[in-house]
């Protein structure tokens, strides 16, 4: 194990700092198959720079080097089945959301599925990727892009993607953030672990990007306009329709507008 002196028990208790990689989601992936020993849980792969970074449904994920804050966590949550693996990205997007609360105060959510916005920019992405042996969750890889010291974004992104700095018009120390987040995930995966979900959820519905608003949104080509009332056990959107009854989405069957 590598030292450092993050406040925590076990996440980021064993800390890979890397200077470029392509992915740090690849990387860690790699170790875990790799290890004849097995990688401890809460281990914590950073870099500087990912010259391959990965986004959702196979987006790049961009980040200028040094300014930002890219990492991979890797849990072993057995006791979640597969069925509920939505509670992963519930616990990590409201670690990072409750985190972030500090340095910006107003206009932060979380766009579901795990998308940290502030108004209507994007400040931070996760990708989680699981394993599931039998119907549990064997282990869990969960990528976190945050966009912290960056002040100027390439075009096409010029419009949707903000940064802590751009905000707070001053750079964030991204070590200090890193332990914030690894301290916060820690007690709430120790909670979840208590069979405290029904908590984590309700934050997570309170947190959530045009909760109760009218909005538009796309399905199968066609736009219409409803009131997004939560998530499903499951983690399927819930949007009412106007003039309608409630459906349920799964990802990449709705967007929003
Ligand atoms: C998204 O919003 O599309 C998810 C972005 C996830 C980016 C992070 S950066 C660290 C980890 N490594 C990757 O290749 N991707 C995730």
Redesign the pocket.
Known sequence: MQNNTFSTLFIGQNLIKLSSV?????YLRNLTSSNSEPLPEGTVIM?DH?F??????G?V?H?APKKNL???VLLKPNFITAEHQFLINILVSVAINVVLAKYVPLGLSIKWP??IYVNDK?I????IENTIVGSNIKQSII???LNINQSVFEDELKTSAVSISQILQQDVNLMVLLNEICVQLEQLYLKLRLGKEKTLQELYTSKLYRLNQIAKYIYKGKVFDGVLEGVSSTGLLRIKPLNDDVLEFGFKEVAFV
């Open positions: 392509d992915s740090t989601n690849n870099a990912q391959a970074g990965r986004g959702q449904r987006n994920w980040a890219t990492f991979s795990n998308d994007k931070g992405g996760v990708l990528g976190i892009g």
